[in-house]
T-cell receptor, first 111, second 112 residues
Framework: SQQGEEDPQALSIQEGENATMNCSYK?????LQWYRQNSGRGLVHLIL?????REKHSGRLRVTLDTSKKSSSLLITASRAADTASYFC???????????FGTGTSLTVIP | SQTIHQWPATLVQPVGSPLSLECTVE??????LYWYRQAAGRGLQLLFY??????ISSEVPQNLSASRPQDRQFILSSKKLLLSDSGFYLC???????????FGQGTRLTVV
């Protein structure tokens, strides 16, 4: 079964605005990852945050992790039309070798 | 550098027909391999994963099976497809859960 759940399911913003999406998960983890999927394509890794980290940055991306609340957020600053895609969080569930993905947030950036 | 190949990109199969989707990885040894299915507009459901040749773990009981005949080859199969098997199938590899996963471009399967 899926481990995570993203919120909101869909998000539409104007170019230049910031986009924030959230992920909640159910069990303890070693790390949490965020991926991006363009329509009909494979997923591309964006950023990984370990369970002992609280915040991580990569370019225009900022990820936070709150293990006490079992939640993470992905912030995309100064959004561009090219950021239009679906974004998924993935966790390892602290057991085995599996990656479990959330339900995804569909982001539309309007030029 | 590592690459992952997944084929075919699209497939239309009649109900009751067999299925074989293949995924190969280059440039790495003993990767963890994964098969996911994505229903339209939905998240990814983990179907199978493998940590070594001949080692397959199934996440969801279903009409599908997986095999790993070689270190960098992962095959998803079915003897008789159902309409509910339609979806977008993604293969992925990783060196472990502490690192990122790399995905193939996916196979869109339509069972008619």
């Amino acid at each position: 079964s899926q481990q995570g759940e993203e919120d909101p399911q869909a998000l539409s913003i104007q170019e230049g605005e910031n986009a924030t999406m959230n992920c909640s998960y159910k069990t303890s983890i070693n790390n949490l990852q965020w991926y991006r999927q363009n329509s009909g394509r494979g997923l591309v890794h964006l950023i990984l945050i370990r369970s002992n980290e609280r915040e991580k940055h990569s370019g225009r991306l900022r990820v936070t992790l709150d293990t006490s609340k079992k939640s993470s957020s992905l912030l995309i600053t100064a959004s561009r039309a090219a950021d239009t895609a679906s974004y998924f969080c993935a966790t390892d569930a602290n057991t085995g070798n599996q990656f479990y993905f959330g339900t995804g947030t569909s982001l539309t950036v309007i030029p | 550098s590592q690459t992952i190949h997944q084929w075919p990109a699209t497939l239309v199969q009649p109900v009751g027909s067999p299925l074989s989707l293949e995924c190969t990885v280059e440039g790495t040894s003993n990767p963890n391999l994964y098969w996911y299915r994505q229903a339209a507009g939905r998240g990814l459901q983990l179907l199978f994963y493998s940590v070594g040749i001949g080692q397959i773990s199934s996440e969801v009981p279903q009409n599908l099976s997986a095999s790993r005949p070689q270190d960098r080859q992962f095959i998803l199969s079915s003897k008789k497809l159902l309409l509910s098997d339609s979806g977008f199938y993604l293969c992925a590899w990783s060196e472990g859960v502490y690192t990122e996963a790399f995905f193939g471009q996916g196979t869109r399967l339509t069972v008619v």
